[in-house]
């Protein structure tokens, strides 16, 4: 209990003469205030890369004594070591006179009953949230750093301060440089944290959320934790403090029949998600710069990188725009403007010009192979076809690949938005596919090209080696065949590439889906508020249910509009009702 450990190091220190108080000061803590040295306490360790005039060594020292934290078989504390979250748990539970209790069965898909830190995981994660992978899997990336914005959301809820109190976070913007770094749902957290004494921030004025803590940085937070705050409460009410062993989940029944492909089964089991906003939520606008003043003006198409930064297209300003997740920013990233100019000479020596006016921006894709990101649209030249065109916009603007129609009939006639590109997909680090429907001459087509060269001709509708799009598409690519999602039709079609081959895998019924990504081999639909998951042999469930839904910021969704997910596994989307970039907290 934390009341237990807190009386017991009072007891303690006044045996050794260090004085502890029991109280709080009103007064906010000052920049850096975490990191002071403790005073000085009869308490010594000896570890060999442990000097006594480390900034942490009364701490350490006295934590260690406690047999809260340890050092390493060979002598060495090694306090500049990033701690992970599994360790931290073990520290934290250790630290709060918890006492684990190993289960039969782990609420985390990644952690084995028989692993050293399952009875510490399974008794912290009241505190420690997990997440929810995209193929259903609640995981608790024991292995990941633990960040200081983690640490701080853990110590709040573990000393039972009430977040629904609702801080004033206003304090924590002006204390803070890096304040919309921090997560929404974290905040009134942070704020507590901040109130009660258990950190401070750094003498720069940033609190650096999402920065890893050392071995030496969690010992001290913690040792802060017990000798700040004025409820000293015990966890769950003086109730008791290790969760219930969870339950197996039952084996299937073999003789009961599935559901029909074309209708999804039920989440099960139902799971609540907080939903939290970005960028934007304050109107419709073209405002870059910190995310509580930035407004969008819309979002045509969407992308999440490997460093969860958010790139969005906006048609109609000819830009596309970047959420920086380093520093909670938004800026312009590209403007279609003189940088997408473009010449080509061709075989027989001709040379050929295309504009940016003449450019019309479609899709943004992403590569996570070499994190790269693409843009791509149509470009025509006066009295001639429309010609596609992917530009790699990761620094300089550069073209990818790219398919011309200039000699085509005569060069007689063309028109800017002749056809609409409905998917782009960068299966690897040489190779991009993209689609589009057929308008006029054109027939709805499936093209794929190498870097820097001519994309070819993957399949053609009306030649039967391709299929007829009608919507929203995405496609999944592998060395063997193309699938892909249209939600026009609602149709999943499979394009076999050796020997070339189409057939429809499913036609689903019933919803209309607005908007549709593919992650880690499945497509994931929207129909409102709802996110529904689809194996490429067509298996239909329920990824999200609306209905599960918690708003932090207060706005229920009525659609998704453009769908992505983070390193995180958390869903990124985009609310055109509230001009805002969205996530659900997986």
Partial sequence: MIRKLFIGMAVTALATGFIVTTTVSAALPTYGEEWQNAEATQLTVSFT??????????????????????????????????????????????????????????????????????????????????????????IFNPSAPATREDVAVALVKLKGYDASRLPDQSTLEAMFKDYAGISESAKSYVALAVENGLVSGFQDETFRPQAT???????????????????????????????????????????????????????????????????????????????RTAKINQV????????????????????????NNSNGTVETFKTIDAQFDWSHTTSDKNMLQYKHEDFTPSLLGYSSINNKVYLLGQSARKYAYDNDFVFDITSNVTMATYHLRDDEDGNVGYSSKSRTMTFINA??????????????????????????????????????????????????????????FDTGNNTLSKVSLFPRKVETVVTLTGSRYDSITNHNGKFYLTAGATVYELTTDGKLSTFIQGSDLIYNDGKPVQQIEQIAFDSNENVIFYDDNSKSIRRINL
């Fill in 213 to 291: 803590i050392t071995r030496a940085e969690a010992t001290v937070m913690l040792w802060r934790a017990y000798q700040y705050g004025n409820d000293n409460k015990e966890i769950g009410g003086g109730q008791t403090t290790t969760s219930p062993t969870p339950s197996a989940p039952a084996t299937p029944n073999s003789s009961t029949p599935s559901a029909p492909v074309d209708q999804p089964s039920a989440s099960t089991p139902s799971e609540k998600f907080t939903v939290e906003t970005l960028v934007g939520g304050s109107g419709a606008g073209d405002v870059d710069g910190p995310v």
């Fill in 300 to 323: 045509d198409s969407m992308i999440v990188d490997k460093n969860n930064n958010i790139y969005f297209l906006d048609q109609q300003k000819r830009k596309v725009r970047k959420f």
């Fill in 49 to 138: 890369d442990l000097p006594s005039t480390h900034w942490a060594y009364s701490y350490i020292a006295e934590m260690v004594n406690r047999k809260v934290i340890s050092g390493y078989p060979d002598g060495k504390f090694r306090p500049n070591n990033t701690i992970t979250r599994a360790e931290f748990a073990k520290i934290m539970i250790t630290a709060s006179g918890i006492t684990p209790k190993k289960v039969n069965y782990s609420s985390f898909s990644d952690i084995e009953t028989t692993n050293w830190a399952s009875p510490f995981v399974e008794s912290v994660k009241d505190y420690m949230t997990g997440y929810r992978t995209a193929d259903g899997k609640y």
């Fill in 427 to 484: 299966p690897d680090a040489n190779t991009i596919y993209y689609g589009y429907d057929g308008a006029w001459k054109f027939n709805p087509s499936i093209f794929a090209g190498g870097q820097g060269n001519e994309s070819e001709l993957v399949g053609d509708y009306f030649q039967g080696t391709g299929i007829d799009f009608f919507g929203k598409s995405d496609a999944i690519v592998n060395d063997s065949a193309v699938v892909i």
